[in-house]
């Protein structure tokens, strides 16, 4: 295991210069109620609609989103959706977008109809001018590309082939790059990998890879044969090529291939997340991560976006939790705090399908029985939430003196264990409010209560739930413990 949080410390101190393809990704969600009897086709009931900065500008998103910097340039058409794009980069705070402009052309501009219930695009109609841009736009690209190279730590390029990319602007950013010793990342659209030649790595997906290489690409030892070729051809040290479900092949210039399966995830939405891996390839080797670390912070990233809908960013936290085993999540990642929100955790559980678990208590000093009891509720549910009351809670409970240990000590403790997936402390006498919150699917006390003592069984009976009483462990209570404690004895 790679040191993530060595990582996750020196990326925000990275600055790349992103150069590509600009788009404004439209998403148009509805219902599919019926067949349309004119075409026939899916009649799609809409319901909503978002936009996202697309195409380059969301590697930009998802730079940024990671906490780097990013200066993005790309090119706009004059006309509303460049405006909107234009606008919404300048809102963000760690993108300094250069944007070039062209009256001759539209802005790239993509609308899906998605099915809610389905998650399925139906239609996509996309408006734009995919020419290289003419002999003047192509120099003022160039003569605005070129000064920000020195400024950056490493240098993107994310070609949709929509015409910002021309051969001509593709080699003065990789000459002025190795000049100053720069790495270069491409995502490359062209079949013709020679005319990145020079960069440092190339990130086709599997089928650009097959088009470009001629090849069948349907094995590691297929893909590894064949980039090796390729990167002869390309004067590149390595490639990368991605191939969704089925993960992700790296292999290093006269070394061996590296293949990691793709993380389990119920995929939502793959739009843009070949954004998200070069973002997170690039920045993982600006902060001199070497290959295998920057091929498993870019699966892991794949992983987040394709679980999100429309066009992703990904952020640390949620990196964390994709690389780093449970129980080693830090304890931010893990702890709520009182009157803190849980809406982000149950709606991404429950959209998953996953069956909650709930329980709670003091657990002011962590004993045998308490480790029973976790471990059972953890295994009658996929995510267990620990309901932890507060000290003030505590204290008017057990009376004065307790807890002997505070609420973060007890919240700490109890997150490091794997069973537990949330800690949510309240600062009521009891979870009630918690509960009906939660909604969870069992509810699991200690063998000591009866199904009617336990608090917020109705609200879980009545919801289709149930409630999961565990035998407790004989000899083995907080209240006795800190009695012999106190008292001397061992």
């Not at 930009?60 to 090119?75: D, H, M, P, Y």
């Not at 976006?305 to 990642?333: F, Y």
């Amino acid at each position: 295991m790679f040191d993530f949080e060595a990582l996750s410390q020196a990326i925000p101190r990275q600055t790349v210069l992103c150069v590509g393809d600009l788009m404004l990704d439209e998403f148009v969600y509805g219902e599919v109620s019926r067949v349309s009897p004119e075409a026939p086709a899916p009649v799609i009931a809409v319901q909503r609609s978002e936009t996202n900065v697309g195409g380059a500008g969301n590697v930009a998103r998802n730079i940024a989103s990671l906490g780097a910097r990013c200066i993005f340039v790309g090119l706009i058409g004059e006309d509303e959706a460049g405006a909107k794009l234009k606008a919404d980069l300048a809102r963000e705070n760690l993108i300094e977008a250069v944007l070039v402009s062209d009256s001759s052309r539209p802005t790239t501009r993509k609308v899906r109809f998605v099915s809610e219930h389905f998650s399925t695009h139906m239609l996509r109609a996309d408006w734009e001018l995919s020419v290289p841009a003419s002999a003047d736009v192509e120099q003022r690209l160039i003569d605005t590309i070129l000064p920000q190279v020195a400024r950056a730590d490493i240098v993107l390029l994310s070609d949709y082939a929509k015409g910002v990319l021309t051969a001509r602007v593709i080699r003065n950013i990789i000459d002025a790059a190795k000049k100053l010793g720069k790495r270069v990342i491409v995502d490359p659209k062209s079949a013709n990998f020679a005319i990145y030649r020079g960069a440092t790595l190339l990130t086709p997906n599997r089928k650009e890879f097959a088009e470009a290489t001629r090849s069948r690409a349907d094995s590691d030892q297929n893909i590894a044969g064949a980039a090796q070729d390729a990167m002869v051809l390309a004067d590149c040290e390595a490639m990368l090529v991605t191939q969704s479900e089925h993960g992700m092949t790296l292999v290093v210039r006269g070394g061996e291939a590296i293949h990691v399966p793709a993380l389990p995830v119920k995929v939502r939405d793959v739009s843009g997340a070949g954004d998200t891996v070069a973002a997170a390839l690039a920045l993982t080797l600006a902060a001199r991560a070497d290959w295998e670390t920057a091929l498993r912070m870019a699966n892991a990233a794949a992983a987040v976006a394709v679980g999100k809908k429309g066009t992703a960013t990904v952020t640390p936290a949620e990196l964390r939790r994709k690389i780093l085993p449970h129980a080693s999540l830090a304890a931010e990642e893990k702890i709520v705090p009182a009157g803190g929100d849980l809406d982000a955790h149950l709606a991404d559980w429950r959209w998953q399908g996953l069956r909650i678990g709930f329980t709670n208590g003091c657990f002011d000093i962590l004993h045998p029985g308490h480790v029973k009891l976790l471990t059972a509720a953890r295994g009658a549910c996929d995510r267990l939430i620990l309901g932890l009351n507060s000290d003030a809670s505590v204290k008017r409970l057990k009376g004065e003196g307790r807890p002997v240990q505070d609420e973060r000590a007890r919240a700490e403790v109890l997150a490091a264990l794997e069973a537990v997936d949330l800690v949510a402390i309240f600062e009521e006498d009891t979870p009630i409010e918690l509960i009906a919150k939660v909604r969870p699917s069992v509810l699991v006390k200690g063998g000591d209560y009866t199904r009617e003592q336990v608090v917020g069984h109705e609200i879980v009976e009545a919801a289709g739930g149930e409630v999961m009483l565990v035998d407790i462990l004989p000899g083995h209570s907080t209240t006795s413990l800190v009695g012999r404690a106190r008292g001397g004895n061992a």
